[in-house]
C-alpha cells in the first residue's frame, strides 16, 4: 500500500501502444513521488537507457524508522546516473500554490513532464485540455491549472 494513499505503480502509454504493461528498458519516463521509492525492484530497469527519473524530492519515512535508516541522496542519485534526473520539490510548489494538502503534486509533476522529451512533442494547449478534462470545475481547474504551469518552469 503507498504511503499517499495512491496506487504503489501506474503505468500510461501514449502513441502505438499495444498493451499497458511496461517491458524493462522501454519506458521513456519514471514519475516518483516519493524519494527511495525510485529504488524498488524493477523500478529503474523499466527505463530505457538514457530515460527521465522525474524525482520528487519528498521523503516519507515509515513509521518506526529513523532518518538515518532512509538512504542517502548520494545512494539514489548514484543508481541513477545512467539516467537523466529531474529532482522536484513538489510540496513545496503546492504551498506555493495556496495547497497544504499537496494534492496537486501530482499535477505540477506533470507540468515537469510536459516539458521532457518525447513528451515535449504535445502543445502545451493539448495537455491543459487533458487536465481539464478531468475536472472543470472552475475551482478544481484553476488549482490544476496554476500546478501544471508551476511544473512547467
Not at 524498488?40 to 521523503?59: D, Y
Request: glycine letters at 8%; proline letters at 7%; one cysteine or more.
Amino acid at each position: 500500500m503507498a504511503q499517499m494513499g495512491g496506487p504503489v505503480i501506474s503505468t500510461f502509454g501514449c502513441g502505438n501502444v499495444k498493451s499497458p504493461v511496461l517491458l524493462p528498458s522501454t519506458a521513456d519516463c519514471l514519475i516518483v513521488m516519493e524519494k527511495s521509492e525510485v529504488l524498488r525492484p524493477g523500478f529503474p530497469e523499466m527505463l530505457r537507457p538514457g530515460g527521465t527519473v522525474v524525482l520528487a524530492s519528498t521523503k516519507i519515512l515509515p513509521q518506526g524508522t529513523s532518518e538515518k535508516d532512509y538512504l542517502a541522496d548520494a545512494q539514489i542519485h548514484e543508481a541513477l546516473k545512467s539516467f537523466k534526473v529531474i529532482e522536484v520539490d513538489f510540496l513545496a510548489k503546492a504551498l506555493e500554490l495556496g495547497d497544504p494538502t499537496g494534492r496537486v503534486g501530482n499535477v505540477v509533476m506533470m507540468g515537469v513532464l510536459s516539458r521532457q522529451s518525447p513528451f515535449d512533442r504535445f502543445p502545451e494547449a493539448i495537455w491543459l485540455k487533458a487536465i481539464e478534462k478531468l475536472n472543470a470545475k472552475p475551482a478544481i481547474w484553476a488549482s490544476n491549472f496554476a500546478a501544471f504551469k508551476a511544473g512547467r518552469v
